[in-house]
Each structure stands twice: as structure tokens, then as C-alpha cells.
């Protein structure tokens, strides 16, 4: 399993009104002018149905705008880059997951670097990638799939939300994991995977529960496992690989918010006492273990150090797969 959040690091309502009460008359000022959380994929996916959730919760507390602006493509690295770029006033958010953050850098040559040109806040959610196929596909079950890479090796295709996504790594994964061989079809973002999927001109997607769960819930996806140590607690009939007989291919995404390197501290120590208040609201719960994930519950300097450790473990799993930017 990637990572599961420690929740006694948890900061409390508590902690957090203490730490608006602490900052400085200037860093109360903050923020003057309207946040704008910048997200590397398409709307209607996961990382989109997080930001906006953030946004809504952050714009009273702010008494500021805070607009979500999708800027999809290149692995989710445009808006890090954006992000990486922008003034250093804190205005400016990335909601990020591991695939610009610890995958697309060993695939991307890159005009910044995400793990000094963007300053961790905090993790927003674990999700498990879930195996999916059309609710009109034969394939009833994992072996199902497996039996059919094994009599067509090459031959099924597999969606993804773009080359050196975490759906992409999870696909490669299983196939490492099972001995077999499929096609990679990367997309912009998973709701554009969905359409294919459903159409069945893709066979299947290794897709975040967070953007999968919605298609499964309306009877479009059949969920096939769940690429994780255990169930997924909104999908408990659906087993895990390992429950399906496949070990070694369990993938997460995780989601992170960041800002531009170099903002004010006063700023960034306000943006984290806001993530973490807003992190323990239970509507906010309630909507993450809706997507099937975890609400992330670690300190800002635990979820810097989670990034490091993630980055350097998808180096050595990009390699020993031997992918490459063209998707192969």
C-alpha cells in the first residue's frame, strides 16, 4: 500500500483557531485579492470534484473568490507549472496528485521542479485505483481479464488519464504483476476514459475511485477489484487483487495541495490551518469516503516528506517498466 494517513497527527479545530489567532497583524491581511486553485485535468474527474470542494469550503473562510481553473494536459503538469511560475503571494493553489507530482517528472523533461518550485500544505485524500470495464463487458472478474490478455497478448486496450498517470502506472503494474500484455490508450482526463470504456472501444481503466466511483455507482462500470491492501469501505463487495489472486500491483492516488514556492509564511502556515479545518468537517469526510478514499491527516512537513519517498519509489517503478513519454 502507498501510504495511509497517520490521524494522530491530525491538527484539531482547536489547533487551527489557535494558529489564525497567533499570525501576525499582516498575516491577516491575507489573502487581498482573489485564490485561484489551478488543476492538471479535465472537469468531472476527481481531482476537479476535490478542488471545487476545497474552493467552496475556503471562499467564506477567505472572505475571497477562489475559482477552480483546469488546465489538463502533459500529465497534469501544465498547472504545476503554472502554479510554479506564478507570484509568490499565495494566491495561487495546485490540488495535485502523485501523477505530476512523483511520476511525470521521470518521464517529462520539465521547466520546473516539483519538489522545490512547490511548497507542500497538505494532503487532501488517499484514493485506491479500482479495476473497471463496461457494465456491458463479458469480463466478470479479474481472471476473466487476465485469461483474455493470456489468449490475445496484446490485443485488449486499457484507458488512462494520460501517459505516467497513476492510472497508467496501475495498468503497467498489472501487467508486470500478471505476465501479460495490453495497449495503452491515454486520454485527457478519466471522463473522457469513461465515454470509450462504455462505448467499448477500451476494454478497461485502472481508475482512482474518486473519478470511477460515480459511472459505478450509476450502473455504467462494473468494478473488478480494487488495487489496494484492503476493500475499499464504499465498494465492500468488490475484493482487492490480492483477494482476487493477483498480488503486487496495488496503486493509490493521492491528492496534495500546494502553493507557489516561496510565499510568505505567514501565508502558507494560513493555508494549512485552513486545510486541515476544512479536512476535519463532516460533510467533507463524508464527500471523500464517498469516492472511496481517506481523508488525509498527516502535518505539512509529513506530506513534503511523502512526496520525496513517493518520488524516488515511482523512479524505480517507471524504470523497471520501462515506460516512456510516447505511452509505451
Same mark, same amino acid.
Do not use: C
Given at each position: 500500500?502507498?501510504?495511509?494517513?497517520?490521524?494522530?497527527?491530525?491538527?484539531? /479545530?482547536?489547533?487551527?483557531?489557535?494558529?489564525? =489567532?497567533?499570525? +501576525?497583524?499582516?498575516?491577516?491581511?491575507?489573502?487581498?485579492?482573489?485564490?485561484?486553485?489551478?488543476?492538471?485535468?479535465? +472537469?468531472?474527474?476527481?481531482?476537479?470534484?476535490?478542488?471545487?470542494?476545497?474552493?467552496?469550503?475556503?471562499?467564506?473562510?477567505?472572505?475571497?473568490?477562489?475559482?477552480?481553473?483546469?488546465?489538463?494536459?502533459?500529465?497534469?503538469?501544465?498547472?504545476?507549472?503554472?502554479?510554479?511560475? @506564478?507570484?509568490?503571494?499565495?494566491?495561487?493553489?495546485?490540488?495535485?496528485?502523485?501523477?505530476?507530482?512523483?511520476?511525470?517528472?521521470?518521464?517529462?523533461?520539465?521547466?520546473?521542479?516539483?519538489?522545490?518550485?512547490?511548497?507542500?500544505?497538505? /494532503?487532501? @485524500?488517499?484514493?485506491? *485505483?479500482?479495476?473497471?470495464?463496461?457494465?456491458?463487458?463479458?469480463?466478470?472478474?479479474?481472471?476473466?481479464?487476465?485469461? =483474455?490478455?493470456?489468449?490475445? +497478448?496484446?490485443?485488449?486496450?486499457?484507458?488512462?488519464?494520460?501517459?505516467?498517470?497513476?492510472?497508467?502506472? =496501475?495498468?503497467?503494474?498489472?501487467? /508486470?504483476?500478471?505476465?501479460?500484455?495490453?495497449?495503452?490508450?491515454?486520454?485527457?482526463?478519466?471522463?473522457?476514459?469513461?465515454?470509450?470504456?462504455?462505448?467499448?472501444?477500451?476494454?478497461?481503466?485502472?481508475?482512482?475511485?474518486?473519478?470511477?466511483?460515480?459511472?459505478? !455507482?450509476?450502473?455504467?462500470?462494473?468494478?473488478?477489484?480494487?488495487?489496494?491492501?484492503?476493500?475499499? @469501505?464504499?465498494? +465492500?463487495?468488490?475484493?482487492?487483487?490480492?483477494?482476487?489472486?493477483?498480488?503486487?500491483?496495488?496503486?493509490?492516488?493521492?491528492?496534495?495541495?500546494?502553493?507557489?514556492?516561496?510565499?510568505?509564511?505567514?501565508?502558507?502556515?494560513?493555508?494549512?490551518?485552513?486545510?486541515?479545518?476544512?479536512?476535519?468537517?463532516?460533510?467533507?469526510?463524508?464527500?471523500?469516503?464517498?469516492?472511496?478514499?481517506?481523508?488525509?491527516?498527516?502535518?505539512?512537513?509529513?506530506?513534503?516528506?511523502? *512526496? !520525496?519517498?513517493?518520488?524516488?519509489?515511482? !523512479?524505480?517503478?517507471?524504470?523497471?517498466? *520501462?515506460?516512456?513519454?510516447?505511452?509505451?
Amino acid at each position: 500500500m502507498l501510504f495511509r494517513p497517520a490521524r494522530r497527527h491530525a491538527l484539531g /479545530l482547536a489547533a487551527s483557531a489557535l494558529l489564525f =489567532a497567533a499570525l +501576525p497583524a499582516t498575516a491577516q491581511t491575507w489573502p487581498d485579492k482573489p485564490l485561484r486553485i489551478m488543476v492538471g485535468a479535465s +472537469p468531472g474527474g476527481g481531482t476537479d470534484i476535490l478542488a471545487r470542494m476545497l474552493a467552496d469550503k475556503f471562499a467564506p473562510d477567505f472572505k475571497q473568490t477562489v475559482v477552480v481553473e483546469n488546465r489538463p494536459g502533459a500529465s497534469n503538469t501544465i498547472a504545476a507549472d503554472l502554479t510554479a511560475h @506564478a507570484a509568490a503571494d499565495g494566491s495561487t493553489l495546485l490540488l495535485a496528485t502523485n501523477t505530476g507530482q512523483a511520476i511525470a517528472p521521470h518521464l517529462l523533461k520539465l521547466k520546473f521542479d516539483p519538489l522545490k518550485d512547490l511548497q507542500p500544505v497538505g /494532503l487532501v @485524500a488517499v484514493m485506491p *485505483n479500482v479495476l473497471v470495464v463496461s457494465a456491458a463487458s463479458p469480463y466478470r472478474s479479474v481472471k476473466d481479464i487476465v485469461t =483474455a490478455m493470456t489468449e490475445q +497478448p496484446g490485443m485488449l486496450k486499457y484507458g488512462s488519464s494520460g501517459v505516467g498517470s497513476t492510472q497508467h502506472i =496501475a495498468g503497467e503494474a498489472f501487467t /508486470l504483476a500478471t505476465g501479460t500484455k495490453a495497449i495503452h490508450v491515454p486520454y485527457k482526463g478519466s471522463s473522457q476514459a469513461h465515454i470509450d470504456i462504455i462505448g467499448g472501444a477500451v476494454t478497461m481503466m485502472f481508475d482512482s475511485t474518486s473519478s470511477a466511483m460515480g459511472q459505478i !455507482r450509476n450502473g455504467k462500470l462494473r468494478a473488478l477489484a480494487v488495487m489496494s491492501d484492503q476493500r475499499a @469501505a464504499e465498494l +465492500p463487495d468488490v475484493p482487492t487483487m490480492a483477494e482476487a489472486g493477483y498480488k503486487g500491483s496495488d496503486v493509490q492516488t493521492w491528492y496534495g495541495l500546494y502553493v507557489t514556492a516561496g510565499t510568505p509564511k505567514p501565508a502558507v502556515d494560513a493555508l494549512v490551518g485552513e486545510l486541515q479545518r476544512v479536512l476535519k468537517l463532516p460533510d467533507v469526510q463524508a464527500r471523500i469516503k464517498g469516492l472511496g478514499g481517506e481523508v488525509g491527516a498527516v502535518s505539512a512537513d509529513q506530506f513534503a516528506e511523502m *512526496n !520525496r519517498q513517493e518520488f524516488e519509489r515511482f !523512479r524505480k517503478l517507471v524504470k523497471d517498466a *520501462n515506460i516512456k513519454a510516447d505511452g509505451s
